[in-house]
């Protein structure tokens, strides 16, 4: 690093996610993250409450995780996957098939969880176009999702809060359903399955899949909902001939306390997409699993499904991916994720009541406290640089998805952060 003064350096000239190079929120020069804690370029550790975007899952700088990628690193990093195979990739592959629903038996690998969903879009159109039936090839999905920022996928965020409205006139019309208020542990409601089912009744005929982040929606709200919604969801899919796409890209690998959040409805998806934790947040990777029905369906008569990055399946990442999935299930995950549940359960729900705070919910090892009104980002992340915890809000939410192994104590770092912080909104003018 040559810059004199990096940090200004990077606020001159680096784009960091969803900011203006006008008015940049100030960024943190982190020097090194070990377990769970992020240690500044100031010497100051920050107790780690994010999982980086839910990928950390076994916090910084694991043991396991670092040998494999400097055992893969001695064999090679990279080498194309056209024409050529590996055993990471196929080590993968098998674990990956191995630990999801039956039905799903292929796997695509692409770079990042958006390109993910790129691709199963593609394969639930080219699956309908090979059946001899293009028209079904818009996709339907509820109000209030998050599944990435490439086009295809910001087609099915949200449109409203989905971060993406400007693009509205160059994306392709999807249809949305309401997003189900039905919470999660409650039935669905009349009213939730009546305007969902209504919206697949009448298009189902140009319908390719129902695209859904299951049980947790992440980035569009950190909203909880209704299993049995889920599972209506699929039932409907299934009886009008629509493919079911799940995007556990958030809440594969046990986040949820499930290792697959499409486990807590019984619901098995016909298009599976992962990502973020699948390398335990060392290598960015991502997955799309197929049934046997949607993969044969592409290749009838010739056809070949229409993708192929460059660092498709690359060896270093699909490496760490093993080395991650067996860490994870050899290890006490359903236990630790169970703990923090009870733990910020306790810690976060007292927090319901002050005056700042509209909803506190927590589902697995995800807290949520949801505020009256969007709060100020800068502000309230500087709070808690200062009271050595790293959480990073956004609009209304403050939210926590630390690694599993966090100890009890950190965790109640963390709580107690978040309560301190409710009284600095209490001072503070909303912004950015
Ligand atoms: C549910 C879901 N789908 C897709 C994505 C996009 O993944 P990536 O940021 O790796 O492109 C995200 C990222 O937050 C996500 O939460």
């Not at 606020?11 to 008015?23: E, G, K, L």
């Not at 050529?84 to 990739?89: K, L, R």
């Not at 309908?128 to 818009?138: D, E, I, L, V």
Request: glycine content about 10%.
């Amino acid at each position: 690093m040559s810059a004199r003064d990096p940090v200004a350096f990077d606020r001159d000239h680096i784009w960091h996610p969803y900011t203006s190079m006008a008015d940049p929120l100030p960024a943190y020069l982190v020097e090194s993250a070990q377990g769970g804690r992020i240690r500044l370029a100031d010497g100051r550790e920050l107790v780690d409450g994010m999982a980086s975007w839910w990928c950390a899952i076994h916090g910084y700088s694991h043991p396991v995780l670092d040998q494999a990628i400097r055992d893969q690193l001695e064999r090679m990093t990279h080498v194309m996957f056209g024409g050529i195979t590996h055993p990471p990739a196929i080590g993968l592959a098998e674990r990956l098939i191995e630990m999801t629903p039956a039905p799903l038996q292929h796997v695509f690998f692409s770079d990042s969880g958006s390109v993910s969903v790129e691709v199963a879009i593609k394969m639930v159109i080219q699956y309908w176009f090979a059946a001899g039936r293009p028209r079904k090839s818009r996709l339907l999905t509820i109000r209030g999702g998050y599944h990435g920022d490439t086009f295809g996928a910001m087609a099915v965020c949200d449109p409203v809060n989905g971060m993406h409205e400007q693009f509205r006139p160059v994306l392709p019309e999807h249809l949305f359903a309401p997003r189900p208020e039905s919470r999660f542990g409650e039935p669905a409601s009349r009213t939730d399955l009546d305007a969902f089912e209504s919206v697949i009744r009448d298009h189902h005929e140009e319908l390719a899949a129902v695209v859904l982040e299951p049980i947790v929606q992440g980035a569009g709200g950190m909203w909880f909902y209704s299993a049995d919604f889920l599972r209506h969801v699929a039932a409907l899919c299934a009886e009008l001939d629509v493919l079911l796409v799940l995007d556990e890209i958030a809440t594969g690998f046990g986040r949820t306390g499930e290792l697959f959040a499409c486990e807590h409805a019984g619901v098995v998806p016909d298009v599976m997409c992962l990502g973020k934790a699948l390398t335990g947040g060392t290598v960015s990777l991502a997955a799309t699993l197929a049934s046997g029905r949607v993969a044969r369906g592409i290749s009838a008569d010739g056809g070949v499904l229409m993708h192929g990055p460059t660092f498709m399946a690359n060896p270093l990442a699909t490496a760490a991916a093993c080395a991650s999935i067996d860490l994870l299930q050899d290890g006490p995950w359903r236990d630790r994720v169970h703990a923090l549940e009870s733990q910020l359960q306790g810690e976060l729900e007292p927090l319901s009541t002050h005056p700042e705070v509209r909803d506190v919910r927590v589902l697995g090892a995800i807290g949520v406290v949801q505020t009256r009104s969007p709060v100020p980002v800068a502000a309230l992340q500087r709070h808690f640089v200062d009271e050595g915890v790293w959480i990073r809000p956004f609009g209304d939410l403050v939210y926590l998805m630390p690694p599993y192994a966090t100890p009890p104590a950190d965790v109640t770092r963390l709580t107690r952060a978040i309560a301190s912080g409710l009284d600095v909104l209490g001072r503070t003018a909303p912004g950015p």
